[in-house]
């Protein structure tokens, strides 16, 4: 039986947050159905096309990408090659990278204007109507993430065989074929319900994407059409019942998804490549790379290239772009550190609790927030700050701040947990036969292991808030807007140049963030604890 050290303050403080969000879930929930019950007249939204177009587009999206993921984690699996190690981060960070960056980059090669048409009306004298827009440039976009997603879960579900059974089976010469059949697909499947559940849930609740790329009515989501109701039209009677009908969607597929085995948010280094194929499957492998390669690449590039040749320097010289440069660095970085307080807080507590009930009650709120996408959330919120008579204005930089926060919480504890369980599992007995309190279990055992866990949190949530459209989208305002704000108006105003430029810096700024701040707060851990 597994002795915990005894931890009563975690698991009051723990105890605290959970009912904390849970009340503030049902006072979100409760304002949503009061507007419902209040609101008069009738709704021009319609639900059922809404919900059709919106289910279709998610799970279009989730089998092009699981298939995408399923291909380029087998290529990469076997291909050993100068470069690897950073092009399995560049897919790594996909989860990070802001969906209007990928969709302006996708504008930019295949728009009407975009370097295809271009390179064929100079050459051929011939232009042809973008596929950027409507479904087929959602799914392309939504496939560029998330395909890139998914196959970094799987390469390391893949890196997971044992080698054992990679000796059997070159012992028996396997072909490429009958090893994907025998030993790739088993170590992939248990991954695919999961990994296709949050696909889904990515693709049902994207913003800006959808708004972006959408092209018109015939292809609105629900996340779109509840901001076009709420910012447009003022139809909060029509923008609750949407918001409820997501909400019941997204929980269903959580509840469906939690029959599935978990996929970890926190990825180790990728294992070298061990079995090489014979030349035929190389040759597929090589190509898969490539078209891989190019097709999430080249919107990336072509990003930073138009923000560099464009309007950079015009944009830096404008007050207003460092005010909102300002604005999501600070709103980022405070979104980023309540993450980690209420994230560790939880974690922390629910390690310490022995009783599987205990431990389910503690981690329920957080991940209830999973059901509630941000724009249902700030739309939420909205409705919150309305009745108590509160400016929005006012209200907006807390709001931005705790809506961020809360939506980043889900992928913050399932980062920390999991690490945080393992080091109760192993070292739970020796703390409590040493007697350490809580304070230097954490300083001198847990911190310094949980290095770099927590700046993969820190990183995720930084970049989540810095790349956010969908909270900021209901309570912007001149005087208070973010770069993903800026770079929306821009566009609207039909100010391409200045759309590249902050597009080029939203996408610097995030992948450096990704790629530095685990290392950085890793290497801070370790310097702590030798010093200790």
Known sequence: MLTLPHRPARITIATALSIAIAALIAAVLWAILAAATDAGGHSRVDIPHLLRMTAIQAGLTTILSLLVGMALAWALNRLRFVGRDLMVGLFAAAIVTPGMVVAFGLLSIWGRNGWINQFSQSLFGVSFDSPAYGLSGILLAHVILDGAFAARILLARLDAIPANRLKVGQSLALSAGRRFRLIDWPAMAGS???????????????????????????????????????????????????????????????????????????????????????????????????????????????????????????????????????????????????????????????????HPLARTGLGIPAFAYLAVPAVVLSLGFFLLVRNFGVSTSLAAPFVVVGANSLLALPFAMATLGPPLDAIVRTRGKLIRSLGIGGWTQFARIEYPLLGRDIGLMLALSFCFSLGDLGVIALFGTQDFQTLPLMMYRALGSYRNNDAAAIAAILLIGTIAAFIFLPRLIERLAHAGRRQA
């Open 192 to 354: 695919l319900p999961g990994l296709g559940a949050i696909i889904f849930l990515l693709a049902f609740t994207s913003f800006p994407i959808v708004l972006l790329l959408g092209g018109g009515p015939a292809n609105q989501t629900l996340e779109v059409a509840i901001f076009s109701a709420v910012r447009l039209d003022f139809d909060l009677a029509g923008a609750v019942r949407l918001a409820l009908t997501q909400i019941g969607v997204c929980a269903l597929v959580i509840l469906l998804a939690s029959a599935f085995s978990p996929v970890p948010a926190a990825l180790g280094r990728s294992l070298p490549p061990t079995w090489r194929d014979g030349p035929g499957a190389r040759a597929l492998q090589w190509l898969v790379l490539i078209i891989a390669t190019l097709g999430f690449a080249l919107p990336l590039l072509s990003v930073l290239y138009d923000g560099i040749v464009g309007g950079f320097g015009r944009v830096l010289a404008q007050p207003a772009f460092w005010r909102a440069t300002i604005t999501s660095v600070g709103i980022g970085t405070a979104s980023a550190l309540l993450t980690l307080m209420l994230a560790l807080a939880l974690a922390l507590g629910r390690s310490a609790a022995g």
